[in-house]
Structure formats: C-alpha cells, structure tokens
C-alpha cells in the first residue's frame, strides 16, 4: 500500500512493508538534506536492523569520524548504575547523602537522579536535568574508589573494542592514567585524532568554529563514532552488561509519587507512538549533537551525530517526544514506514517547520505553518478565551516577556481568570510561562501555580486556569512572565487551542 502527501511542494511517498535497502538509502539522502537545511558542516550516521548493519556513512567527514555525543553519554551511565545494582553495592532507592552527594535535600535518592525527578518535592515530577544527573558520576565513583571515566573504559568500552571512544575533554586530564594502563592509549589517542571540529551559527545565520567544553562527566561529553555506538547497542539487546530483567527495568517509563508517567526510564527517554517503542536519547551541547534510537519490535538501531547543536537544540527533546525532531520524523517515515498523513505525525511536522523557518529568519513561512496548524485543528466555534466582561487581559505573549496591566475595582469583586502557560512540573507548582495578580503593594494575592488545572490542547506542558475569586477594592496588577521557550509565534511543541497564550480577568 502506498500513497502520496504534497506540502509546500515537497512529496512524501511512503510505502508499509519490510524495511528495504532503497528505504535506508532514502533515509541517508534526506538527512543530508537536513544536515544542509540546518547548516551543520558535518554528520554521520548508522543504521542497524538486527545484527546487520545497512547504514554507516559520513556527511562532509569519514563514516568513522568522531564526534562529541553530549547526554548520550547518560547512557553508558545507566548501564554503570544497573551493574552495580545487580552486584548489590548499590541500592537505587538509598539517599544520595549516603554517597556524599549534598544537593539540600536529604529525601533525594539515587533513583531520583537517574529519572530526573530529585527537584522540588524528590519523585514528585519531571524536570530534565543534566546537572544533577551528573552527580551520579561522584556515587560510582564513591562505591568503586576509581573515577567515573576509568570505569567506563574498563566495563564497556574496552570489552566491546570500542576503539574510537574516549571522554572527550583534554587529553592532559588522563596523562597519568595513561602512562600508567598504556593498552588504554590507543582508545584516547584515536577517539582524538579523529575528532570534528566543533561548529556553531552566529546571529546571522554563518557558520562559525567554536571550542568544545573542557569537561567531561556521566552527564555527557563522550567521543565516539556511530559505528561503535551500534558495538553498544548490540551489547545492550544481548544483556552483555545487564540481565534482561534489569535491561527491561531500565527501559520502563518511570513514574511520580502521584502515579504520573513520565518520558524517562532509568538513563533514557521511553516513548510509545502508535503503539510502538523507542527507547532513545539525545545530546546537545556547543558543537555537538545526536540523537541515538533503538526499536526493538523493528530490531532497528538509529545513530545520528553532528558537530553543531542544530541537530537538538532547536527542538524540545528534553519533554520526551522524539518526534518533534526532523530526524525523529524521518526515521518515523522512512525506517517505520509510518502514516505521514495521520494528524498526529503531521501536526508535529507543521510545528518543526515552523520552528525551522523561525531561526532562519523566515516569519512569514512560520506563520505560514502555524496557519495550516490552526486550520486542521481549531473549531471556528471555539471561544479561546471564553466571553465576559474584561477587567484586564495580556495576550499573546511571546518568549522572553515580563509583562503586565494594571486595574481597578471600586468595590469588592468577583473575577473569573482565565489563564494558559507553560506548566514545567506534574504537581502544578513550578510553571515556566505564568500570570499572577499583584496588590497596589506588589503583594501576590493570586497566582497560577498551585491551582487546578486543564489540558489547554496541544502539549501536555500546555495548562490552563480557569478561577473564580473575590478581591476587595483597589489597585491591582494583573502579570505575565515567559521564559525563553515554547510561547506565541514561537512554538517549540504542539501549540494550545487557538493560540491563546497569556491571561484574562473577567468580571464574573
């Protein structure tokens, strides 16, 4: 079966069946295409179905070429956490404290590192954080008395002959190592003679060379090439390292204190879409990113590396959706065979290109897609926000604002307030785009964290408020601040019913 879209002159023609090689050539071809849409100078990447490999190939750089992989170093980082929990040193939900990691909170477990959930009250909700998932470095090191990096070489690159991978800071950090385990030299000298530059574009759009972070750690900055990460995840579906149970453990979606599913297992983001699995990750730093896929009911393995950021960072990977990426997409169309035409998929597209023309520049192609956007999913007889009589409203507001209104009641009111914003916790309390109401004082006398809230459409992040409260007469402030993400005319995931970003006070 087979059928075809048109969209902006482009056609997608996509067939359901047996991955075939004509497929995977297709996939190579597009990504080239992406790679020069985004103006990333060089990108490999590697495609494996079962034990064969079908794709190894380099864009502007050998196939064998080494790049930097950021957060998929987290990876390998899990695998380590696993193997200590199967040997009995270690104990995912003890305190980190125990391990000498002080992060304010004595309730903060080494599960709560691993799921990004140690913020606010731990295990409550998601929050995406390298910088604490890194510290998990500091505990393996602590119940193994070696570093983090030793480790790592010892227990999974080494074994697999992972010959181009090596921690991707100076060389000057391991001299004493080295000197001292010379059959480790080989990995570290080739890993950095075969290293890309890094690159970035500058605010008009050039290609610029920057330098790589000097650091190195479990939150990220291995080098390696996209054959070897196919070494890994072939040692993965094998449980070199880890039995089945545990691999499975790590490959469950984890879930809050509330019950709430969240997009990360144990080290790596855990996805259904349309009824299948993908268990993946990304990374993103200056001059690096990649995004590393592996489906099991495909036996499909997918590595994709960069030497920009542009591969992640203008995408909301961090929310567990891995097709709001190009290449997510791509993989989904070429290498799954899946329906572009399903409203799903293609509202993800809409967005993407959207996103894409905006840091080129190109608003009114932007504007262009959120107008497709808004005609394949909004009811005309939707009122977003709801009628009444206004007291005081800020609307559209877009990404970076600090904004507000003042107004006045003459005697006590009721209100009705009608808010939508970026709800960045599962509890409610933590919201990165928010309105609240202040008193001639500054006093906060309301405010939309802490209260009951309804999907607002589009992205689960997409929130509304929908209060009635009393306020007794004076001058007040109705405000709105947004971060520098996902908000109006600037949309990094699935937008809200009509647009409507901001907040409203009626009288009610």
Known sequence: MSYRIVYWGVVFCCYFGELRGQDVEDFANRLDTIRTSLKIPAMAVAVMHGDSVLLERGFGVPADAVFRVASITKTFTSTLVMQLVEKGKLNLDSPVI???????????????????????????WYSYNGNRFGQLGPIIEKITGVPFYRVLMENIVKPLNMYCTAPGDSLTHYFHYLKTNPGMFDFFETAHARLVRPYALDEKWNVVEVTYPDQFGAYGELATTVGDLLKYSAAIDRHQFVSAATQKEIFTANRTTSGTMTPYGLGWFVQKFKGVDYYWHYGQSQGESGIFVKVPSKKLTVVVLANTNMLSSPFPLGDGDLFMSPVGQLIYKDLIHGDMSDVDIFNRILIRAATVHLIKGDTASAMDAYKHYANLNFSANTAVPPAGEMVAAIRDVPIKRDTGQSFTLRSKTKLRIYGVGEDCSGDHRSWC????????????????????????GGAAKNQRVDAVIELPAGKYKLRYKSDWGHAYGNWDSLPPDQFFWGIVVYKQ
């Open 98 to 124: 125990r391990y000498g990691v002080d992060l304010g909170n004595p309730a903060i477990t080494v599960r709560n590192l691993l799921t990004h959930t140690s913020e606010e009250v731990p295990g409550s």
């Open 433 to 456: 785009d928010y309105g609240w109401i202040e008193d001639a004082a500054g006093k906060v006398v309301w405010q939309m964290q802490g209260q009951p809230v309804q999907p607002a």
